[in-house]
């Protein structure tokens, strides 16, 4: 590819498609408003301010002469790769997510996408609390599990009061689901 292909429009190959369903999240397809914002950022910043800045490096190295001993030029281009497949698999992925407004959530007596749960672990009645978020949005640091993670699944539809059994790596555990909010 000469230099100044990188500013040509995105071509796609059968490779690409097939890494790119490498790299697809799993399972439900809903996500927060506020985790919609985020990937369009992350679309946003790639486009505008990252493959702008590789192209223009990658340019530069090539410039320089033999691109076959190039660590810039070869380093750049595969940067390039790896941005153009995160491009194609967000706006693939944005494509396809419908957002979900936790708050508009009619029927708060279950457990659904959204929800933000408090749970009290039964073998040693420790208390946590989780938001239950789509795959894009997980961060268990921050309390957000996937809802297709085995305590999102075990807690969908549930009440307060009900007991909910998970399988881990460790062994199963119970949980009693104590609250339910919708924000």
Not at 7 to 28: I, S, Y
């Amino acid at each position: 590819m000469a230099p100044d292909d990188d500013d040509q429009p995105l071509n796609f190959d059968a490779d690409d498609e097939a890494e790119d369903e490498q790299q697809k999240p799993r399972g439900t397809l809903y996500i927060t408003r506020a985790g919609a914002e985020k990937l369009r950022g992350e679309l946003k910043h790639l486009l505008t301010v990252e493959r702008p800045k590789v192209t223009a490096e990658v340019s530069f190295a090539a410039s320089l002469g033999d691109r076959s001993e190039n660590a810039e030029y070869i380093y750049g281009k595969k940067r390039l790769r790896e941005i153009d497949r995160r491009l194609r698999f967000l706006q693939k992925r944005l494509e396809q997510l419908t957002v979900v407004e936790p708050s508009t959530q009619k029927d708060t007596s279950k457990v659904y996408f959204g929800a933000t749960v408090s749970l009290v672990n039964q073998e040693d009645e420790s208390k946590t609390t989780y938001t239950l978020v789509g795959p894009d949005e997980t961060d268990v640091k921050l309390g957000r599990i996937s809802v297709d993670s085995p305590v999102g699944l075990a807690l969908l539809g549930k009440r307060p009061g009900d007991v909910v059994t998970v399988k881990r790596p460790k062994g199963e555990v119970d949980f009693e689901l104590v609250g339910i909010k919708y924000v």
